[in-house]
């Protein structure tokens, strides 16, 4: 598909400098946000622990082994020894940026998926969920969509951040439709903006701003309220209760 380079100039906020140029507005009150520090976020289905790879590795491994699909789009796995992927655990994340959380399932306290916290950059105000991988434990049940929540719910209301960014390959439908779902806003595709696995990778670029984020909240805590289930199927989207907030 050919892309349009023709600029259209965007409908943003601005004021005027004094050589009557269109700048961004003053942010008088602006503090850089903090950083995520090792404490847990816990929901009414699940608890976001931050990764440790002696706790949660086994348990990850025996989730992940059974769907070798949720690897595709990922820059490292599969992993055919459990060892192996406890060892790459072990190297890989325990870090700051990223910064590991797993999925806890409080029902049984197993952990079945992972996500995270990068690109982390306080000052500006801007951070980025990812390396997210959900088991079929956790696929299409209210623990994925909490986790998520309690995520953006730390990162707007506790950490301060005015923008939560999702990015993905551009050809991973399944990533960008969840993004949409969850409330992010689609922005744009960045060509051959990485490799991995011997791949060139077309960028799609997602993000929630901290305007979005009061009818977000509103939507999901209706979406996840008791009352909207009935034996484990919904009486509205999530969709449907974000939109009754805007």
């Not at 349009?4 to 004094?18: A, I, R």
């Not at 105000?125 to 079929?136: A, D, T």
């Not at 009352?227 to 989207?237: S, V």
Request: charged share 20%; hydrophobic share 35%; net charge negative.
């Amino acid at each position: 598909m050919p892309f349009n380079f023709e600029w259209q100039k965007p409908e943003l906020p601005f004021q005027s400098n004094k050589h009557g140029q269109e700048i961004g507005l003053t942010l008088d009150d602006w503090r850089p946000s903090e950083k995520p520090i090792r404490q847990s976020l816990t929901g009414q289905y699940c608890r976001l622990e931050p990764f440790d790879s002696t706790l949660h590795g086994s348990d990850l491994f025996s989730a992940f082994s059974t769907e070798a699909l949720n690897w595709t789009y990922l820059p490292y796995g599969p992993f055919e020894q459990r060892q192996d992927f406890i060892d790459w655990c072990a190297a890989t994340c325990h870090t700051d940026d990223p910064f590991f959380y797993s999925v806890i399932d409080t029902a049984n306290n197993n952990a079945t998926g992972v996500a995270s916290y990068l690109r982390i950059t306080p000052d500006s105000g801007s951070l980025e969920v990812g390396h997210i991988h959900f088991s079929p434990l956790m696929q299409g049940t209210r623990l994925a969509t909490e986790a998520m929540f309690l995520m953006m719910q730390h990162a707007f209301d506790k950490l301060g951040y005015r923008r939560y960014e999702w990015k993905c390959d551009a050809l991973n439908a399944k990533s960008c439709a969840a993004a949409q779902r969850f409330g992010f806003q689609f922005e744009g595709i960045f060509r051959q903006a990485t490799v991995y696995k011997q791949r060139s990778r077309d960028t799609a670029w997602f993000a929630v701003i901290d305007s979005d984020w009061p009818a977000l909240k509103k939507g999901y805590q209706s979406w996840l309220a008791a009352e909207n289930f009935k034996n484990e199927k919904q009486f509205r989207t999530l969709k449907q209760c974000i939109d009754a907030h805007k």
